[in-house]
């Protein structure tokens, strides 16, 4: 497609943290923008702003129903990603994944779309192998209170490779590690908000199990840049690519970094580590440093500084 060329790009989960940065970076890149999302756990505040412009649009809408609209490209990034949400409802979860996969893979192929599956780490599941490749097959357990999103995830990545092959459709799947950053929900539930909004509260900072567990975490500026870069690789890469920073830190390392940038005066608090919590986590970025030329430039501390920023404001304005 030649360059500058006006796309129009639908945006399911479009409201949620990384889909409204999405959307953003998507109108700022000059596109037509199409905003599906239940709201489940995406909110209107996260795309107010951009409502203002003209070539943006939100539909409030299930993906695990059907949907005709006529676009050129599908970003698939519909479904809770915290764990407390996603275990919430996960009959739901797994109805989201897959059957909002055979939803959007099927508009997909009527409109001739090039359709990005927001796919996890978390198809990994509690990795034997350390970082993790995407030749990798995971160790998932399959009947777990996880399972929901795992299988769920890994189920989508199936029939994404199967429309590839049997319907030739252009897909590109990325695997996207632990990305934080400003719109993340105060509730969220994940580990980098819980944090932030307890230190910015004083109250004790929760670490599930010794804090020992490992995670590398992103920040959702150059994940955002990832995407983009992806979804324009050559139609004959369907991925699946690892997509995150390699940077690793223990949830303690992470606790103390958030007491130590905001001053709390929070103490650490150990609570139960939940079932199947997968002990570390790293992504082996080689294939997109070499297919994207692309690799994460913000580091924790940066992030977390930005981060931070933005709950202190959020929560000001809602004392
Ligand atoms: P999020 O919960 O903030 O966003 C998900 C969005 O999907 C929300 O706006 C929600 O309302 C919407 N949604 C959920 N079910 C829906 C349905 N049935 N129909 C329509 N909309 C629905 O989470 P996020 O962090 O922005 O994650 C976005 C995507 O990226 C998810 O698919 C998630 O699995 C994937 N992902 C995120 C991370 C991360 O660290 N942020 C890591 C791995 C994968
Ligand atoms: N975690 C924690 N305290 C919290 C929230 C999470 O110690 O308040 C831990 C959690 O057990 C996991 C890690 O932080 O080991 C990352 O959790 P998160 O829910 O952010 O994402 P996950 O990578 O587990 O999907």
Same mark, same amino acid.
């Given at each position: 497609m030649?360059?500058g ?6 945006? %399911?989960?479009?409201?949620? =943290? ?6 953003e970076?998507?109108?700022?890149d ?5 905003c599906v999302d239940n709201?489940?756990t995406g909110t209107?505040?996260?795309i107010a702003?951009?409502l203002?412009n003209?070539?943006f649009?939100?539909m409030?809408h299930?993906v ?7 676009v ?7 479904c809770p990603?915290s764990?407390i949400h996603y ?6 979860? %797994?109805?989201?994944s ?6 959007m893979?099927?508009l997909a192929?009527?409109?001739?779309? !090039?359709i990005?599956q ?10 034997i192998?350390?970082p993790q490749?995407?030749?990798y097959w ?15 995830k890994r ?5 994404? =490779?199967?429309y ?5 459709l252009?897909?590109k799947v990325g695997r996207?590690?632990n990305?934080?950053g400003?719109?993340?929900h105060?509730?969220?539930g994940?580990?980098v908000s ?9 109250e004790?900072?929760?670490?599930y199990?010794?804090g020992?567990?490992? &995670?590398?975490f992103c920040?959702v500026?150059d ?13 004959? =890469?369907?991925g699946?690519m690892?997509l995150?920073n390699?940077?690793?830190f223990?949830?303690r390392?992470?606790a103390?970094?958030?007491?130590e940038l ?6 650490? %608090? =150990?609570?139960?580590l939940p079932s199947?919590?997968?002990r ?21 501390r940066?992030?977390l %500084? &930005? ?7 959020l929560l000001r304005?809602? !004392?």
């Open positions: 030649a360059k060329y006006r796309k129009k790009i639908l945006v %399911t989960g479009g409201a949620g =943290f990384l889909g409204s940065h999405l959307c970076r998507l109108l700022l000059g596109h037509d923008v199409l709201f489940y209107k505040d996260n702003r951009l203002e003209h070539c649009e939100v409030r299930d695990t129903f059907p949907l005709y609209v006529e050129d490209e599908i970003y698939n990034l519909a990603a764990p275990q919430h409802d996960p009959v739901q979860t %797994t109805k989201t897959v059957h909002g996969a055979i939803n893979l099927g192929k009527r409109v001739k779309a !090039k990005f927001a796919s996890t780490s978390e198809v990994y599941g509690d990795p192998v350390h490749t995407e030749s995971g160790n998932v357990n399959p009947i777990g209170t996880r399972s929901c999103y795992d299988e769920g189920c989508a990545e199936t029939l994404f =490779f199967d590839y092959r049997q319907h030739k252009r897909i996207i590690f990305t934080y400003p719109r993340m105060p509730n969220d994940r580990v819980n944090f932030i909004v307890q230190a910015l509260k004083n004790p900072i929760t670490l199990g010794d020992n567990q490992s &995670r590398s920040y500026d994940l955002i840049e990832a995407f983009v870069r992806l979804m324009d690789t050559p139609d004959d =890469f369907p699946p690892n995150g390699p940077n690793e223990t949830i390392q992470l103390e970094t958030v007491i905001t001053g709390a005066r929070s103490e650490l %608090t =150990f609570l139960p199947d919590d997968p570390q986590r790293q992504p082996d970025i080689t294939l997109a440093r070499e297919m994207l030329g692309w690799e994460p430039t913000t580091v924790l940066d992030g %500084t &930005r981060t931070i920023e933005y709950f202190d404001r304005a809602i !004392k």
